[in-house]
């Protein structure tokens, strides 16, 4: 196998976009994944920009910041298969939108009244980056091997035996065992795809009820229809109750989707942990070789996934290296 000069674990939205920026660099770089990205967590996301379920909250606002800058970018570009799509989100309790909305430029207004659905004491608007992933991990493969990356589907069993002189770690819930890390926890999600009826703009109910959420996020001919969030759940098999209800509760929102035509079920473990783990550590063995860890990006993987990359490739290009 050639030499390289960094080698990413795992093919989800963060280990192609921390290899896209490695390449893009200049560093020759190879990806190793257990699964294909079709296969990944990363395929089911809805995807809005947005770092929900993930901290700590100061590192999470500067790596949304510069994802919300790139997806942005890449909204002009058909490939990336991105759009701008305005929104509202929407809450039976009194609530305040958080604070990280503040970055989009659009800023956020909030609903009058007669916006609201019955019941609901408040909401508000916005318009943010929506990402129809299948599309978007394909736009990410390409251009990671248009700057010269190739990817292997295997399975790692060690780290550390890795033969380069920069490894990272963007194995997602992989890395629980891989790390190991029990810090890690999976929060089941589901989500449903439907042709779309019309829908134009996505619509975000803030509440969960026990592990069930209710949302919507339009991707052109197809309408994304969430959701769950199950914590310490492993299973990938949709389950067909679970799709049932979340198709109610969403026509109960826009009745035009009662008896749209089922395209697609997709269930994803989102990899939860109390921080997202971005740091650097030296490896064993003779040279300087390092291990970045960039897992544990929870509910908020397609928004940070450009800052994380960006911090590691500007850290390894600088030689900035951990401590011993
Ligand atoms: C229903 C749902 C909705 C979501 N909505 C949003 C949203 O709106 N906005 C947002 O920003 N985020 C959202 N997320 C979260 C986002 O999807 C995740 O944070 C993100 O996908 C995590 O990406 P990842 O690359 O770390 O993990 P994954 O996509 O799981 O990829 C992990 C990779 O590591 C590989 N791997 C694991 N173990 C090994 C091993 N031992 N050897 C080799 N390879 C290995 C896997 O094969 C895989 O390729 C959502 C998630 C779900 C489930």
Partial sequence: ??????????????????????????????VVTADPPSRTTSVAAGAIWGPVRCGPPDRCREWARAGLDVLSELAGEPAAAIRQVRGREVSQEPAA????????????????????????????????????MPSYLDYLLARYAAAGGSVEVAAVASLQ?????????????????????????????????????????????????GSEYVYLFPHGDVVLLGGTAEEGAWDLAARPEVAERILRDCSAV?????????VAHRVGLRPCRPQVRLEAERLPGPGDRV??????????????????????????????APAA
């Fill in 1 to 30: 196998m050639t030499a390289v000069d960094a080698l990413v674990v795992g093919a989800g939205v963060v280990g192609l976009t921390t290899a896209i920026s490695l390449a893009e660099a200049g560093l020759a770089t190879r």
């Fill in 97 to 132: 939108p958080p604070d990280w909305l503040d970055l989009l430029p659009g800023g956020v207004a909030m609903c009058a009244p007669t916006e609201l659905p019955d019941g609901f004491a408040a909401g508000w608007w916005y318009t943010a980056p929506v990402v129809t």
């Fill in 161 to 209: 035996s890795q033969d380069a002189p920069v490894v990272v770690n963007c194995a997602g819930m992989g890395a629980r065992e891989l790390v190991p890390d029990p810090l890690l926890e999976p929060v089941r999600g589901q989500v449903v795809v439907v042709r779309n009826p019309g829908i134009e703009e996505f619509y975000i109910d803030h509440g969960l009820r």
């Fill in 254 to 262: 826009h009745p035009r989707l009662r008896g749209a035509q089922i």
């Fill in 291 to 320: 291990l970045w860890h960039n897992y544990g990006h929870g509910g908020g993987g397609v928004t940070l996934a450009w800052g994380c990359a960006r911090e590691i490739t500007a850290a390894v290009l600088a030689g900035t």
